[in-house]
Every structure is written in structure tokens, then in C-alpha cells.
């Protein structure tokens, strides 16, 4: 059971280029999200998902887009990368519709803006 | 505005002694609260929930009050090991369909 897995696992970019980071759950699990950890800040929500075709913002969605055409899949988008961006993102699920379960985090991704 | 605060970035204790961490909230009604840990370069992983009307949790070692009139959570291990040496996080659901994290405590545990 592979669980919540992130690809890719490090990702340097230049200034205004553009990527995907992916994240697959193989657990069926309806409830997804995107958190980023920056030193000091924590873990902040940027994006999640309650079921496929559905998408809300969290406290951070400026410069991410995010869809989820699956139960399975939920990407990240980063149109035009900035160094405010350079941070670890981590994916992260759960069963329920809510939240009153504990979430399945993968493993990360750490992104470097330059 | 809604605020969730770690007592402290970093908490050092001896090997058996009890490390006691905090997390308090402002601004916010939560159904539940729930305990992380996390490692360096890994993942949080789950470590215990505990709903508004419970006033105590355990699971082994660990113990987990909720105070839903001072609005805080207190996270004990007890009978600390090297191997607990990690970053624990708190988190409060907001609207029911979101977790809002703290910024954790780091915790070292010296032998």
C-alpha cells in the first residue's frame, strides 16, 4: 500500500518557468490538500479538495492553481514560479469529506526558486 | 484573527523525564484537535486526536488534554527517549473541512 506519494521529491526552477508537482493517493480517500512549510511559518494550506471536480482555497492560494479530475490525483500548478515560492510542499489526505480524521501526508517536495 | 500558538520552538529534556508541550488557540470553536509529529525531511505523521468533549486522551506514553475554557491543548510524553526527539505539531479544523496547523515545538530528548 503505497499511500500518499509526491513526485518529484526535489525541483529546482528558474524565475517565471513553469511545473506540476504530483500527488496520488491510493487509498480512496475523498478529502485532499496542499500544504507548504517555510522555517519559522509552518505548515499553511494552500489549496484542498473535498471530492473530484470540487477545489477550494486555503490561507495561501496566490500564484497555485490546483484541479482534481479523479478521486486519485490532485496536482499542484505553478504558472510562473517566484523565489517566494521556494519552499517544501507537502500532499496530504484523508477519508472523510471533512476533517475529522487524521490526515496521510507524503513525503514532500522541496522546490527551490532561483 | 484565528491564531494557533506552540508554547515554544524548542523544548530540551533528559532521557525519563516527562516533556510537556503546549498549543493554544484564539478565535476559534474546534470539534477536535489533533497531535503530529514530524521528523527532518519527512512527512507529519498522525499521532492523536482528541474531540471537544474529551477532556484526556493516552495512547501509550502519550497523554493529550483539551481545555475548551482556556482553549488549549497540553501533549505529554512520558518517560522521554532519544527516539521522541522530533517536531511535534498541533492542529484545529476550521469550517470543518480544513486543518490549520501551528508552527510545532521542537523537541530534543539528551541520554
Known amino acids: 500500500n503505497a499511500g500518499v506519494t509526491q513526485t518529484p521529491k526535489f525541483q529546482v526552477l528558474k524565475t517565471g518557468q513553469s511545473m506540476t508537482l504530483q500527488c496520488a493517493q491510493d487509498m480512496n480517500h475523498e478529502y485532499m490538500s496542499w500544504y507548504r512549510q517555510d522555517p519559522g511559518m509552518g505548515l499553511r494550506l494552500i489549496h484542498y479538495s473535498v471530492g473530484a471536480g470540487i477545489t477550494d482555497q486555503g490561507e495561501v492560494p496566490n500564484g497555485y492553481n490546483v484541479s482534481r479530475s479523479t478521486t486519485e490525483d490532485f496536482p499542484l500548478r505553478l504558472l510562473s514560479a517566484a523565489p517566494s515560492q521556494t519552499s517544501v510542499y507537502f500532499c496530504?489526505?484523508?477519508?472523510?469529506?471533512?476533517?475529522?480524521?487524521?490526515?496521510?501526508f507524503g513525503s514532500g517536495t522541496q522546490l527551490s526558486v532561483l | 484573527s484565528q491564531k494557533i500558538e506552540q508554547n515554544s520552538e524548542a523544548l530540551n529534556i533528559q532521557e525519563g523525564k516527562t516533556a510537556t508541550l503546549t498549543c493554544n488557540y484564539t478565535n476559534y470553536s474546534p470539534a477536535y484537535l489533533q497531535w503530529y509529529r514530524q521528523d527532518p525531511g519527512r512527512g507529519p505523521v498522525f499521532l492523536l486526536l482528541?474531540?471537544?468533549?474529551?477532556k484526556e486522551k493516552r495512547k501509550e506514553r502519550l497523554k493529550v488534554t483539551f481545555d475548551t475554557t482556556l482553549k488549549q491543548s497540553l501533549f505529554h510524553i512520558t518517560a522521554s527517549q532519544p527516539a521522541d526527539s522530533a517536531t511535534y505539531l498541533c492542529?484545529?479544523?476550521?469550517?470543518?473541512?480544513?486543518?490549520?496547523f501551528g508552527k510545532g515545538t521542537t523537541l530534543s530528548v539528551s541520554s
Open positions: 496530504a489526505s484523508t477519508p472523510g469529506v471533512g476533517t475529522n480524521e487524521k490526515l496521510f
Open positions: 492542529a484545529l479544523n476550521q469550517a470543518g473541512t480544513a486543518l490549520i
Open positions: 482528541i474531540r471537544e468533549n474529551e
